[in-house]
């Protein structure tokens, strides 16, 4: 009865009980060396050194098993990487080996032009004599005869219209020499339009030719003629009328390139009808630059008469991409 008055009559609880679990968890050993309180805390650090050892470093970063580890892993190249898989027939080669195959196949194109210059040269002076009859629109005794300024003016145009001719037979040989030596780096679909760009181009590339030939000199030669009639005597040399001309076809057969070129990038995605058709202000614009430049012509009437055809060019390909829906 006494111990139990005493303890109700107790405000503050005794200590002793909250004292008692840490009492009998612990030894005497234990909690003897915690008079000084770094005891609870040496032991925590040893325990951690032995989990993480400590690691070294260069200063850049960690050097040793842990670096390894945190080293990420690289794809194989060789492998397909995010689904895209390398050409079926593509193979490294040392670049020695690609020089050397390019070299050849230039060979080959060169011989080509070479043996199509060879042969120009056989009937050089009577291509001259048909192509000056044909340029001027005139009748055959109205046509104003060439004129020879230096020794070797008929031999060097003699030359250079045979050289025309060797570039155009080595036009397709170089095309093709060109897909077979990207071929192994083309995947399926890229050697399909290859393909059929080859032809093409060469369709194109005379399609120029022919219309520079029947239409675009013609109409420079008849506005040469008008311009200078009656105020002087014409006499056109052999040598710079053919450069002209020669230079205007080549030219042309490269500007019949246009519509293969915007063909292909659209259907390779590069590009798009629309977005093709919101720049046209700024094509047209580098057609007449690039009529000018290359088309040297004091009247101005040949760059104009090659922008005009690099326009419409580009708008009726644009018109005809609308007409198929591509």
Known sequence: MSDESATDGDVEPPEEPRDEPAAEGSSDADSEPADDGTAGDDGALE?????????????????????????????????????ISTPPDDEEMPLADH???????????????????????????????????NVFPSQFEQV?????????????????????????VALPMFV????LFMKPGLYPNERKYYLAAVPTSVVLGALGMIFSYLLV???LFQYFTFYAEGSA????????????????????????????????????GVTTRKWLESKRLYFWAGFAGLSFMFTVDPT????????????????GTLLLLRWTGR
Do not use: N
């Not at 060439?146 to 570039?167: C, D, F, M, Q, V």
């Not at 093709?176 to 897909?179: D, R, V």
């Not at 101005?300 to 708008?315: K, Q, R, S, W, Y």
């Open 300 to 315: 101005m009437m040949a760059p104009i008469l090659v922008a005009v055809t690099m326009i419409l060019l580009f708008e």
């Open 47 to 83: 325990s951690a050194d032995d989990e993480e050892p400590e690691l070294e470093t260069d200063g850049e970063g960690i050097v040793g098993d842990r670096q390894e580890e945190s080293e990420p892993a690289y794809p194989d190249p060789d492998d397909d990487v995010g689904g």
């Open 176 to 179: 093709y020499q060109c897909y």
């Open 233 to 268: 005597g014409i006499a056109y040399a052999l040598g710079d009328t053919f450069d002209l001309i020669i230079t205007l076809t080549g030219f042309l057969a490269i500007v019949f390139q246009i519509p293969l070129f915007m063909m292909l990038a659209i259907m390779m």
């Open 217 to 219: 000199l013609p109409i």
């Open 99 to 133: 020089i050397e195959e390019m070299v050849l196949r230039l060979a080959v194109v060169f011989l080509v032009g070479a043996a199509g210059t060879a042969i120009g040269l056989l009937w050089a002076s009577q291509a001259i004599d048909h192509v000056w009859h």
């Open 144 to 168: 104003p005869p060439p004129h020879i300024y230096h020794p070797l003016e008929l031999w060097l145009t003699r030359i250079k219209l045979s050289a025309l001719l060797g570039i155009m």
